[in-house]
């Protein structure tokens, strides 16, 4: 309902000729106290409905758990890695450089000679 200014003063002015200058602000103080009761009586009308509709849905929902209960995957074990030998690798140095630090593993290979085919220049 949408009324403009000159359909609120008609209103007002039919109003005011009907019922009197006395009597018109008692009158509207009742309409104001009915509306607001009515407002009132109307919010509390729809928590209720609300408050049923959550209620229902939420027995639903624990009927439905009742009749097929959660079942929890079970946990992941941990695997543990495979140690494996690893093969393909390839090497800069010859294969004996190789083999003797992996039997003599207090050697560094610092400390070794370089092999002969690398040359180190100082300039």
């Excluded at 097929?68 to 079970?74: E, G, K, Q, S, T």
């Excluded at 690893?86 to 090497?91: E, K, L, P």
Aim: overall charge negative.
């Amino acid at each position: 309902m949408n009324l403009g200014m000159p359909e609120l003063i008609f209103i007002f002015l039919l109003a005011l000729v009907l019922v009197g200058p006395k009597k018109l602000p008692e009158l509207a103080r009742q309409l104001g106290k009915y509306m607001a009761e009515f407002k009132r009586a109307s919010n509390e009308f729809r928590r209720q409905l609300e408050d049923e509709m959550l209620n229902i849905e939420l027995e639903e929902r624990a009927k439905k758990e009742k009749e097929a209960p959660r079942v929890l995957p079970p946990e992941p074990q941990p695997e543990e890695p495979a140690i494996t030998q690893a093969q393909g690798i390839v090497s800069r140095g010859n294969s004996e450089d190789v083999s003797a630090t992996l039997t003599n593993p207090s050697e560094t290979a610092e400390a070794k000679p370089l092999p002969p085919s690398i040359s180190v220049s100082t300039d």
